[in-house]
């Protein structure tokens, strides 16, 4: 049984679908990678998926565990262990590092979640999670703060943007840690070497699924169509 | 209970600590209403107060290159329901002094009680004030406070003021700040207010950048919920060269409060500089789903945000 079950997802801002008649399903503990050029749908599809205001599906269904939740609340969604990294995290004023990493759990050791993300705890625990920080970091704190959740099913939007090219073991790093922890990833990444590190992977276009399978066949898929080119429309296939 | 056990029990509530009246290294002055209950100087600083036909007159000195270790605490309260507390501050940091105020102003059974002070201060070259000031009104919302300072900063000197009134309610609150900063001097005014029910504040700060290179910053965190009003000026004049200024007002606004911000730069140097933001609204949308994302309900969320907002 899958752990999440999309089924003919479509979401659209006026008359445009921005998420048209997706069908996507994850398995229990799979990291799944998510590929897809710019403007294809990545991050709406998170949004629909953590259950954002305003991101309600138009159609089809949302099954977590074999609980329908497409009309669950954010909270009540992350409360059942479905959480998200954000492609740019928000900032806060007043709210520690140390702080932000136990929000759930004050019994937590936030240290070890910064560890985890190359981050030296000595340097961050009181810093604020505020615009002092640099992108990366910001980052690098998201991740070590959805860790921290221990979630049953982490979105990752592209931890990998702002993050310098040497890190990209840091990352993959990370999404070991998150299969050790069992918890399923959905990674949306544009890194072929990171989308290499999951366990299945989907191209997305135009707010579809093109392609779903291993992350090589799927990498192959996206190098060889470009979907800029094509405009969506072609290499949206039959599958899954 | 004497007047002063009971005033120390509400300055503990408020964060106050009582064992610094007994500490013959920590200067303080504590009044209830225009009676001065207690003050201690210490080497380097005099603290010289006295009450008027029509309220408290203190004069506070730091001597030149005296550098106080510990802050000097000053505790202003009424305690009864209905009162008036008429302050009249001078306060003179002589050259290369340097001194932190913890200021407490309590009002725990307010229920008409007006508090009025009037602030001078003088800082002197290069000398350096830091001065905190926390005020708690209770729960029924009858205080009318109006803290007044008119504060000029020497040549090379510092002020760093932080006014805060974030637990219980504010009642009404005006209030009005001028500082004038000479030459290399650094102003920098904090204020952070919680409203609640029908509390009205207003807030003027108004930072003068005199001097060439001086600068200034205006920061106001204010969070309204029920009925609450305010309106919040922030004033900064670059009139040298090579000043430098800016007014970061934050309001956060939930239920039926009104909020406004009126950010005022003006400039009659064209080598200084002055940048002002101002952001109102009610929680932000992002921040609010990011810890909800997190497993935090609305209200966990909310009240995280504001915290953090008037830390
Ligand atoms: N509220 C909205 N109104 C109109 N268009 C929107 C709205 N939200 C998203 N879109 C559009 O939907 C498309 C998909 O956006 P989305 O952010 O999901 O893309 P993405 O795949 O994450 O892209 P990127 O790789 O750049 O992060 C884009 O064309 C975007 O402009
Ligand atoms: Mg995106």
Known sequence: ?240 | MSALDQLMLAYKDAGGDRAILADSATAHLVADGHQILSTRGVKGLEVEAHATPDGISAKVRVRANVRLEKPVHLCFGVLHKQGTQNIRMDVKLEKNARADFIAHCIFPNAEKVVHIMDAVVDIGEGAELRYAETHFHGSYGGVYARPKAVVTVGRNGAYVGDFELITGRVGRLEIDYVVETGENGVTELTARVFGHGDDTVNIKEKVVLAGEHSRGLIKTRVVLEDEAFAEITGITEGNAAGARGHVDCMEVVKDNAVASAIPIVRVTNPLAKVTHEAAIGSVDKRQLETLMAHGLTPAEAVDIIVKGILR
């Open chain 1, 1 to 240: 049984m899958p752990f999440l079950e999309l089924t003919n997802l479509t979401y659209q801002v006026g008359s445009k679908k921005i998420i048209d008649n997706l069908c996507l399903s994850i398995g229990d503990s799979e990291i799944h990678a998510l590929l897809g050029t710019n403007g294809t749908g990545k991050s709406t599809l998170a949004y629909l998926i953590v259950g954002c205001e305003g991101y309600r599906p138009a159609t089809g269904s949302i099954v977590f565990a074999g609980q329908d939740i497409t009309d669950r609340r954010i909270h009540e969604r992350a409360q059942l262990g479905i959480t998200m990294a954000w492609q740019e995290p928000v900032r806060f004023e007043g709210i520690s590092v140390a702080q932000y990493l136990t929000l759930r759990n004050k019994e937590l050791n936030p240290a070890h979640y910064l560890d985890m993300v190359g981050l030296q705890p000595a340097h961050y625990l009181t810093r604020m999670v505020d615009s002092s920080l640099s992108g990366g970091e910001r980052k690098r704190i998201e991740l070590a703060s959805i860790l921290a959740l221990h979630p049953k099913i982490a979105i990752l939007d592209e931890p990998d943007s702002g993050i310098d090219m040497l890190s990209t073991l840091d990352i993959i790093n990370v999404i070991n840690t998150f299969k050790k922890i069992g918890s399923s990833v959905l990674l949306i990444t544009h890194r072929e070497e990171i989308a290499l590190s999951a366990d299945r992977a989907s191209q997305i276009c135009n707010g579809r699924i093109a392609c779903s399978g291993s992350p090589q066949e799927v990498v192959a898929y996206y190098k060889s169509k470009n979907c800029l080119v094509c405009g969506g429309g072609e290499c949206v296939d039959e599958r899954p």
